[in-house]
């Protein structure tokens, strides 16, 4: 695949992947920001309302009908946490144009994005009081239906009490009464301080001339005020824990199955991140059925009814989540460590660490199948200030070896456990 990446505009930049592979194309549109505990209800309801209506399509009614015209193309709101950086915008998806007669989709399409981000229905220049009101309702829905998937909600939990003074902890919709506090003057406000001040990603992906996509979404975005360019955003990564010892943190609620959630922060390997090798850490610690989490914990002594970790290589930071029977507890605990420790003494099977890189290779090389996969990747990668491919990632994994991944483990440091249980065995009560 060819990928070339250009400014489009000031402060905004297109990556654009050029592919027949795909039977639908995709546009995107992001602006970029900083997580923060004051803006992120605000940034997080945003798209949702400038998607209710344009100056041209004033009802979801005609967007809809615009979409079926455009061969069933589809226009919606996507937020984003990468790190402590929110990425908040649109996500456009159509048929390939091979397959519409010669229409132009890709026009079309990247029109609708931009008429959604820079035109919607105002009033008196302000945001539709009734369009804020109803979306506020169904993100407050969103927000009160997180604790319906405990897993999740553990995790959310756990960096919630694991980075309270940072605001990684903040989910990407913010919090109850911080959406109750934003109304259509504050959050007209708001749009219009992120279009002038917020860099912007663009990506397409398709079989159009690169000149072709150019001109369409320059187009498409013309008109798009410009003021100083906040290029200052990104994410603070704490290398150490709080304290000497691990923090504990319980909910108890009604629940069947109890469910642990464990955070470390990955240390001084963050002061100059080997990422192919913490990848490859997380993948033959938890990330994948042929880890050491899966394979012991779960398979061989059955301790737990699924368990994994995951890590994020912007903040520094790593989690374990274990569905348990809560008195199985600090067994599954002593476990989790005693796993760690096989890695950080460099403990592999034959064969073991070999088929855990296989496999997470060819997860990176799947990535190109699909195009949702590649674009959050490219993103993903402008917001990193990188241009590495995922072919040039496989083959810098290729490269780690067992040394490498046995460094980063005797770099991380336990910083929280979060446990989740049934109410009959503890008072604490949820704040949920």
Not at 10 to 32: A, N, Q, R
Not at 44 to 61: F, I, K, N, Q, Y
Not at 119 to 128: A, H, I, V
Not at 394 to 401: F, G, H, I, M, P
Request: aromatic share 8%; with cysteine.
């Amino acid at each position: 695949m060819n990928v070339t990446r250009r400014e489009l505009l000031p402060g905004v930049w297109l990556t654009s992947m050029k592919s027949d592979k795909f039977k639908t194309d995709c546009i995107s549109v992001s602006l970029l920001t900083q997580l923060s505990r004051e803006t992120v209800s605000a940034d997080a309801l945003l798209p949702r309302v400038l998607a209710r209506g344009t100056r041209s399509h004033p009802t979801m009614e005609s967007i809809a009908e615009v979409c079926d015209e455009l061969y069933g193309a589809r226009v919606f709101p996507v937020v984003r946490k990468k790190g402590e950086v929110l990425a908040l915008g649109f996500f456009g998806g159509f048929i390939s144009e091979q397959y519409a007669n010669g229409d132009k989709l890709l026009e079309s399409t990247a029109a609708l994005i931009g008429e959604m981000l820079l035109n919607p229905l105002t009033r008196g220049g302000m945001l539709c009081r009734d369009f804020v009101e109803s979306e506020k309702e169904k993100l407050l829905e969103d927000i009160a239906a997180r604790i319906n998937d405990k897993r999740s909600y553990a995790l959310y939990r756990l960096r919630q009490e694991m980075c309270s003074c940072e605001d990684y902890a903040c989910d990407d919709m913010g919090e109850a009464e911080w959406v109750r506090d934003v109304d259509y003057v504050s959050l007209t406000r708001r749009w219009h301080t992120l279009l002038q001040e917020s860099p912007v990603e663009v990506f397409y992906c398709g079989s159009a001339s690169d000149e072709r996509v150019e001109n369409a979404l320059r187009d498409a975005l013309d008109g798009l005020p410009r003021g100083e360019i906040n290029c200052d955003i990104g994410t603070d990564v704490r290398m150490n824990t709080v304290g000497p010892k691990p923090r504990y943190a319980i909910d108890s609620m009604e629940v069947a199955q109890s469910v642990v959630t464990m955070g470390w922060r990955l240390g001084e390997c963050m002061e100059e991140p080997n990422i192919p090798a913490i990848m490859l850490f997380n993948a033959a610690f938890g990330g994948g059925v042929n880890s050491k989490l899966f394979l012991h914990v779960r398979e061989e002594k059955s301790l737990c009814y699924y368990i994994s970790s995951g890590v994020d290589v912007r903040k520094g930071v790593m989690t374990v989540s274990a569905g348990i029977d809560v008195a199985a507890l600090e067994v599954v605990a002593n476990e989790i460590f005693s796993q760690l420790g096989a890695i950080q003494q460099c403990q592999f099977a034959p064969g073991e660490f070999e088929a855990v890189r296989k496999n997470f290779i060819g997860q990176l090389r799947s990535l190109s199948d699909s195009v949702g996969a590649e674009e959050d990747y490219w993103l993903e990668q402008a917001i990193d200030g990188s241009d590495r491919t995922p072919e040039e990632l496989a083959e810098l994994c290729a490269e780690v070896t067992e040394q490498d991944v046995a460094a980063i483990a005797r770099s991380v440091q336990m910083d929280m456990i979060y446990l989740l249980q049934p109410k009959e065995y503890g008072q604490e009560e949820s704040d949920a």
